[in-house]
């Protein structure tokens, strides 16, 4: 595994983990008044077609990254939806 690969993994883990602690919240408080539909489904389709150019250029940190990532952001917005 090359610098570039681990760098791209790096800077994909964080970006990932940062979503992390927004679920936490949300899970524990029920609450997801302050958060914008709109911009977390904007921002899980954009996640979303990051994984797609990731599997058509063979990126295995850019698949890695934003499969988590839709999966924390998917989560956030079934709760949005139910906690409505």
Excluded: E
């Excluded at 610098?3 to 994909?12: A, H, I, K, N, P």
């Excluded at 921002?43 to 599997?55: C, K, T």
Aim: proline share 2%.
């Amino acid at each position: 595994m090359n610098y570039v690969t681990l760098l791209g993994l790096f800077s994909g883990a964080l970006t990932t983990v940062a979503f992390f602690p927004q679920v936490l919240k949300v899970w524990k408080t029920r609450s997801t008044r302050d958060i914008s539909l709109l911009t977390f489904s904007i921002q899980s389709s954009g996640n979303f077609l990051w994984i797609v150019y990731g599997f058509f250029i063979n990126d295995i940190p850019v698949m890695a990254a934003n499969s988590v990532t839709c999966f924390f952001m998917a989560t956030i917005l079934i709760f949005k939806i139910k906690y409505h």
